[in-house]
């Protein structure tokens, strides 16, 4: 069975803000375009979910977190096999303090 990406509500709430951001600060067609491609850069984990990158940043927690990039975006997530599902964590702004990243 193929697992399905599953967005949290931290994450989806920090691609709201991202969408607002760049609404106000460039354009409506910006925010669509940059959200449209985080969620597609998303759903290639429904065919390769250990493509990304073990974040160590968040190497000391009990599960295993991993990341892939868009952009500036890293999409943190995890390999949830009891669920069946794959769970978009947080979506994180690269120009950021790395520490912030402990948020989640």
């Known amino acids: 069975m193929a697992l399905k990406v599953y967005w949290t509500q931290f994450a989806e709430d920090k691609l709201e803000d991202i969408f ?3 609404s106000e600060k ?3 067609r910006v925010a669509l375009n940059l959200i449209d491609g985080i969620i597609e850069r998303s759903m290639e984990l429904e065919k390769s979910p250990l493509v990304g990158q073990i974040e160590l940043l968040l190497a000391d927690r009990m599960q295993e977190f991993r990341y892939l990039v868009y952009k500036n975006y890293k999409l943190i997530y995890r390999i949830n096999q009891d669920k069946k599902r794959i769970e978009i964590i ?5 120009r950021q303090n790395p520490q912030k990243l402990n948020e989640i």
């Open 90 to 94: 947080n979506v994180f702004d690269c």
């Open 20 to 22: 607002s951001y760049y």
């Open 26 to 28: 460039a354009s409506i």
